[in-house]
């Protein structure tokens, strides 16, 4: 690795760094004094290069586990909306827990644009931090809920909180984990959601039985569990450095020198064989920001198809769980009488359906390609749930039928859904990667989720099926259009560097 300062004296990068252990914090912040004129690196390379090794399985889960939480309590909200009905509880009726729903994406869509600005100038390890203790901050509250208000007040802070882990988390893993797995990876830990889902489902059967705890008592038990248990990963993330791609393209080499050395050397000991020499440089100039000039001239002028098609797979999985699952325990309810503390078993298998999608069709989407596994996985999904919804409107279901299609349909949806994260990820610049992953999540949520809780809330309200049905074949529909659209504009990204993909806006012409 080389600098040239824009002086004429180049001066050699390969240097002796400390003898680092994983075991060992990286500093937070970086603190070089002077940003070189250009850079000629060969980090990325180095990372893709990588072999699998505990380094990687510590990314996979410090960051991954965040959405086990997440899910286990967004499961428990969709397991107790029946429960927060008693005149016992909160007495919610069925809009104010639409509108509940309403203003949780609505603090991720906040949350993100916010954290996702911050995660490009600040770094992905410094805010990971912060977004994970704002989130586990707003799951306490929300335990200590007392009206409708406080209650929506409490979910949007949650909501704010882990729309800044979709753009941290993504960004660092992605950066981090080597190219020929990049995929599977990254779908694996979008979908480990579920997993918390299951868990949470589970769990209804304790804190929703009012033998061992108060109706009023259980729900608030379950946020304030998941909470604390959430504290253990502040400190797991302590260990995960910042990411050398961020560091070098914002003027940190002699930092990402260290954390990639510290890394090869762990592998190196881990395999008892030593690594082969990178392939490839890059020469770049970096820059410590970009302006937001520069940033809509990017997405808007050089890489607009990629926008288009960020914003089209985004809005259709966002609408599609939104208004479904969100509003899943309703629907048990309403059309099929199932009691409100037993709408947590129904969400197991649905919960378990989602992971072993992402398990399963995770590793095609590095071998058979992205753009073939996106549009089949959106196709599959949406056409199952036109079919299901036909089926749901002649009443020709049971609560156990209805169950087991939307694990089926769901199987598909979850790895299409994270593929969408992937893709935004993968195929925008380094240096804008947080703030686009926040952008069209947030433009995605906002036009498919923020309307979706409320527009199904109103519609289970009106206790028809046909008008249900409706609601459905939009979802169906924008499903099967984000399909088509990935299909001519989707990118070959598999087993490819993220700079062969998309090459950084400092990258020297």
């Known amino acids: 690795m080389s600098i040239d300062d824009g002086m004429q004296p180049r001066y050699l990068l390969r240097f002796r760094p400390r003898n680092y252990d994983l075991r060992e914090p990286m500093a937070s912040r970086p603190t070089d004094p002077k940003l070189p004129a250009a850079l000629q690196t060969d980090v990325p390379a180095r990372l893709d290069r990588l072999p699998w090794g505990r380094f990687h399985w510590l990314v996979l889960v410090a960051l991954g586990i965040t959405w086990i939480l997440d899910g286990l309590e967004v499961t428990l909200m969709g397991s107790i909306s029946g429960i927060l009905e008693h005149p016992d509880t909160l007495g919610l009726s069925d ?118 705890l108060h109706v009023d008592l259980g729900w608030r038990v379950g946020f304030a569990v ?99 699952f969100l509003t899943y325990a309703l629907v ?8 409100g503390k037993h709408t947590g078993l129904y969400l197991l298998p649905f919960a378990i359906g989602n992971f072993l999608g992402v398990l399963c069709l995770g590793p095609l989407f590095d071998s058979v390609g992205r753009r073939k596994m996106i549009t089949l996985t959106y196709a599959v999904a949406g056409f199952l749930l036109a079919a299901t919804s036909i089926l749901f409107e002649r009443n020709l279901l049971s609560a156990t039928g209805q169950t087991a299609l939307w694990s089926v349909i769901f ?70 259009t984000a399909a088509v659209v990935e299909w001519f504009l989707g990118i070959d990204a598999e087993r490819k560097s993220l700079e062969e993909i998309t090459e950084p806006l400092s990258v020297e012409e």
């Open 226 to 324: 998941g909470a604390i248990v959430g504290l253990a990963i502040l400190l797991l993330r302590h260990w995960v450095p910042e990411s050398p791609r961020w560091l070098v393209l914002h003027g940190y080499p002699r930092q990402a020198e260290e954390v990639v050395s510290q890394i090869e050397r762990e592998i190196e000991q881990q395999t008892g064989k030593p690594l082969e020499p990178p392939q490839t440089t890059i020469t770049i100039h970096p820059h410590r920001s970009f302006g937001f000039r520069r940033i809509v001239r990017a997405m808007l002028g050089q890489y607009r198809r990629r926008s288009l098609l960020a914003l089209t797979l985004m809005a259709a999985q966002a609408f599609l769980y939104n208004a479904i």
């Open 95 to 212: 809009r104010q827990i639409g509108l509940i729903g309403s203003c949780y994406v609505a603090g991720m869509v906040g949350g993100s644009l916010l954290f996702g600005y911050l995660t490009d100038r600040w770094g992905r390890k410094l805010l990971f931090f912060i977004t994970l203790a704002i989130y586990l901050g707003g799951t306490l509250l929300t335990a200590f809920s007392w009206n409708a208000a406080s209650f929506a007040m409490f979910r949007l802070l949650t909501g704010a909180g882990i729309g800044g882990e979709y753009s941290a988390i993504n960004s660092a893993i992605d950066e981090l984990i080597p190219a020929r797995r990049r995929g599977a990876v990254d779908l694996l830990v979008n979908g480990s959601y579920w997993l918390g889902a299951a868990v949470g489902s589970l769990s209804t059967l304790v804190i929703l039985n009012p033998r061992l």
């Open 332 to 339: 048990l309810k309403q059309f099929y009488d199932v009691p």
């Open 411 to 480: 199987f598909f949806a979850s790895a299409a859904s994270s593929a969408a994260y992937l893709t935004v990820s993968e195929t925008f610049p380094l240096e804008i990667r947080g703030l686009a992953i926040a952008l069209f999540f947030s433009i995605g949520t906002g036009v498919g989720g923020v309307a979706a809780p409320s527009l199904f809330g109103f519609l289970i309200g009106t206790k028809s099926r046909e008008w249900l049905l409706l609601g459905y074949l939009i979802a169906a529909g924008l499903m099967l």
